[in-house]
C-alpha cells in the first residue's frame, strides 16, 4: 500500500513554543491529506482537511491560527502547532487519501512541559 | 453532526476465543465503514466495507455492513493474544472524511 510518513514522531517542547509536524507521501501525490488528534483512551478526531494549493478546512472547534497547516505539495502537508500550551499535548496523526483509501502517518506525540 | 458509536468500549477474553465487536453510525452521504486497528501507533486498515450483506474476509477476521440498520460488525475468530489492539470504526462521508468511533479496546489473555 501507499507510504506516509509522519516526522518527528515524538516531540517534548516548552509552552510557548512552535512545533512543526511534517507529513509526506513516499511514493504518491496526495492532494488531500487529513489531520487528526487523538487525547489518551479517545478517539481520533479530526482536525482539519488539507488541500494542496489551498487553504486548510478546519473542523468547528477548531484554532486555525493555533493549528497552521500548510500544504504546498503534492507530497508534503505540514502542521505547525504554534504557542503550543500544555494541554496540546496529544498525539496527532496525518492521513493521506489515495483514491478512495485513507493511508495514516506513525503520528507525532506532542508533549508540552 | 456525524457520529459512530463503538461496542463494547472494552473486551476480555481467553485466546482461541471468539469475539464481535459492534459499530453503529450516522453518517451524512454516507460513503462507506472502514475498520482499522490500532496497537501503539497510527490505525492499520482492515477493511473497507461499501455494500450491505456483503461479508469481507482477511484470515480470522472478518467484517459485514447493514446499511439498512446502519450498523457494521467485526469479528475475529480464534483469537490469539496478538490480536490485542483498540479496534476502530470510521464512517465516511462525502468529502472523504472519516468519523471515528470511540474504539474498543481488545485484550487477549493466553
Known amino acids: 500500500g501507499a507510504v506516509v510518513s509522519q516526522h518527528p514522531s515524538r516531540v517534548i517542547c516548552k509552552s510557548g513554543t512552535s512545533v512543526k509536524i511534517e507529513c509526506r507521501s513516499l511514493?504518491?501525490?496526495?492532494?488531500?491529506m487529513f489531520w487528526y488528534r487523538q487525547f489518551p483512551k479517545q478517539s481520533l478526531m479530526l482536525m482539519a482537511t488539507s488541500n494542496e494549493g489551498s487553504k486548510a478546512t478546519y473542523e468547528q472547534g477548531v484554532e486555525k491560527d493555533k493549528f497552521l497547516i500548510n500544504h504546498a505539495s503534492l507530497t508534503l502537508s505540514t502542521l505547525t502547532v504554534t504557542s503550543a500550551h500544555p494541554e496540546d499535548s496529544s498525539f496527532y496523526i496525518c492521513?493521506?487519501?489515495?483514491?478512495?483509501?485513507?493511508?495514516f502517518g506513525q503520528g507525532t506525540r506532542l508533549t508540552v512541559v | 453532526e456525524d457520529k459512530v458509536v463503538q461496542s463494547p468500549l472494552s473486551l476480555v477474553v481467553h485466546e482461541g476465543d471468539t469475539v464481535t465487536l459492534n459499530c453503529s453510525y450516522e453518517v451524512t452521504n454516507f460513503r462507506s465503514l472502514l475498520w482499522y486497528k490500532q496497537e501503539k501507533k497510527a490505525p492499520t486498515f482492515l477493511f473497507m466495507l461499501t455494500s450491505s450483506g456483503i461479508e469481507k474476509k482477511s484470515g480470522r477476521l472478518s467484517s459485514i455492513l447493514d446499511k439498512k440498520e446502519l450498523f457494521s460488525i467485526l469479528n475475529i475468530t480464534a483469537t490469539q493474544t496478538g490480536d490485542s489492539a483498540v479496534y476502530l470504526c470510521?464512517?465516511?462521508?462525502?468529502?472523504?472524511?472519516?468519523?471515528f468511533g470511540k474504539g474498543t479496546l481488545l485484550t487477549v489473555n493466553p
Open positions: 470510521a464512517g465516511r462521508g462525502s468529502n472523504y472524511k472519516l468519523t
Open positions: 492521513s493521506a487519501l489515495v483514491n478512495t483509501e485513507a493511508f
Open positions: 511514493d504518491f501525490q496526495a492532494t488531500t
